[in-house]
């Protein structure tokens, strides 16, 4: 592919009038369709259904939304531990294993694995509704503090 | 914190009428304000405004927009080796270090580490533009087949 | 702490007469004291107990040591589903939450998330034996081929 | 495979006479063979070279000593920009991307992304000493602190 291509790969997508846009619109825009299921101490599952918007060039989820779920459901977990605040992050991973569609309903499982003085550990999967089939795996480190503070 | 609140965390900021907006318009919200500095074989740089409606709730670039940046300019890479296609995800890991707020210009630099046969993989650097100072880094693996085929 | 000390703490800890010992040790080095508790299709239960000779330099299980298991039991993991070999790493990760202290024993359970055409996902989780509190947890992607075709 | 063949694949190698090695004999076994070759602010350079006792089954550079030297070099880096001590690891995330074989020379390069109040990030690449080519890269997260303040 031409040097040329890969510039318009990159810039092309970018019509939209996206400075008409409300402050924080992006995190709304994902969470928009997620509907939580179950909160306990240490665990959250939700259903999210995929909604074309939130396609990748494929016409499957972007791998970018389920990496955002990851770091959203995985902090909501921390809340359930009863830390005041979630925290920053520090890393954030994503394993994928399978492509979900246009309105297929996933079940999102955040678990804490460690809620520290410090430091939180969150694991967060994402399952076909229907099948339990795992389509991603992700971890979120967190630091429990300050940005200013890392 | 209460589950309800947690509840309320999650569910509460998906009131937008997402319904109307159209086909794969994350992606094109996410790399509006994106702009092609450099292209040369194994590396892409970018220059990338931090938009308001791309900001987390404590108002600094959402670690989820980083990490969908990791995936498409790190996927950009992989075409300036001459690929025909980019392939499909298989992780995707970033390290948050510094915050970056609102209308800050960060320098994103993709560049190849490895476009074999079956797997590339990519690395991503995150840079405030007027320090150098590193925000971010993330790796991209992708399997250079079609998701049926993974 | 300057450079020479640096430079020291690098090289100094290399004084051993390596050269006579057997190939492929270090591996044997590492597995020395593991039991296999159960194996089922998709996953491995182990117990480990760690030996004074993993510990580093703040005396407790040294992390290579914890990244080791998660190549090694987690690529067991992958025979579990009846593949005819366990492919090659293509990447590994690990989350550290916990200390594991010298005769400590450890339950190491991996999971195979995915077994795929080309790619197979697997989790590894160690836990205190005695309580169940998780010391650490990764994931382990394999390439289903040989290394040449990667 | 069958079960019986899962277990004997981990438990077999471990005929090792391991309880008379000493302390520590892990980091030994690893770093024996390691040279430094540069160290300056918030960068490391060494030059390893691959010994027959720290082959994998097929005969190549295992992928835990290379994680583990994610882990040392890493945090000699730390060492490098006047930290007083080198932290808790959080996280380490190694991709491979090539073979290294026994006698070979390799670079590793170990570079300190940041380091904070409360967190290190070091990134720690291994190339090929005579062509360059990169074998693998990792990252790796540390907590400055103690254990016990995670």
Known sequence: MDMETVKEYLEN???????ELPLRFFERLIMHGLRVDLIETSRVICTFK???RLLNGSNYLHGGVTATLVDLVGSA?????????TGVSVEINVSYMDAAYADEEIEIEARALHV???VAVLSVEFRKK???KIIAQGRHTKHLSLPSKM
């Open 130 to 132: 229907n099948t339990g």
């Open 13 to 19: 997508s970018a019509n939209i009038d996206g400075d």
């Open 77 to 85: 977990a921390v809340y359930t531990v009863g830390a005041p605040f």
């Open 50 to 52: 995929v909604s074309p």
């Open 116 to 118: 520290g003085k410090a």
